[in-house]
Structure formats: structure tokens, C-alpha cells
């Protein structure tokens, strides 16, 4: 299973998020099966535009004291983990996920996206 964790700020707009997201599909031939984001920003707009504009569901999980890659001294201000992208992709991959490729932030850099694979269900 592939999923798509993303981070991003309360402003972003719809196209950052696929700014981020295309970038981090460009390192893979993987396609996601759902997006993943930190619960405070799953019911974001911005965030149900581009499910709706994909047909991917989105998971919305806890982030907090998650220990990621890297390491955004602003992430872990807001949401206790070094990047809700990376958090959101391994923990709704499940256990023993791992990431593909790195983090990639979207030019604008109001949004993140990270890549996670894990057992099929």
C-alpha cells in the first residue's frame, strides 16, 4: 500500500498541495492509495479538493512524537513531529512502512509531501 502523506500551512492553496504531491510522485512509479495528513488539517478544504480531484480517501492520523527524517524546527512547534508529511505517510502505511524517495516541498513552500509503502492490507 502507497500513501501520500502532506503538510501544509492553513493558506495553501489546492495547487500547492498538488505541487507538493506531483513532485513526490515524480520520484516513483508508485501510485497512492489514499492521502494521509495530520488531524488538524484533514478536514481542511484544501485538503478534501484535491481527495475529491484525485478520488483518494484521506486519513487523518496523529502526528505528534513521531520521529521523521527530517526535521522542521516549525513542524515540531506545531505539531510535535519533524514533518507531518513524513509522519502522516508511515503511520497510515502501518507498521514497518518506509519512505520512497525524500520529502519534497512544493515551490511556493506552503505545502509537503512525502511517500510511504507498507504491507497491503
Do not use: N
Not at 30 to 43: E, I, M, V
Not at 75 to 98: K, N
Amino acid at each position: 500500500m502507497i500513501i501520500a502523506g502532506l503538510g501544509f500551512r492553513s493558506a495553501a492553496p489546492v495547487a500547492s498541495l498538488q505541487a507538493a504531491l506531483a513532485l513526490a510522485l515524480a520520484q516513483t512509479t508508485a501510485k497512492p492509495q489514499a492521502l494521509a495528513t495530520a488531524h488538524a488539517k484533514a478536514r481542511a478544504p484544501q485538503m478534501a479538493a484535491l481527495a475529491r480531484a484525485l478520488d483518494l480517501p484521506v486519513l487523518a492520523v496523529d502526528v505528534a512524537g513521531m520521529i521523521t527524517p527530517t526535521q522542521s524546527p516549525q513542524s515540531q512547534r506545531a505539531h510535535a513531529t519533524g514533518s507531518v508529511a513524513e509522519a502522516a505517510a508511515l503511520i497510515a502505511a502501518g507498521p514497518g512502512a518506509r519512505l520512497i524517495g525524500g520529502r519534497v516541498t512544493s515551490a511556493d513552500g506552503m505545502a509537503t509531501a512525502a511517500l510511504a509503502e507498507g504491507p497491503d492490507p
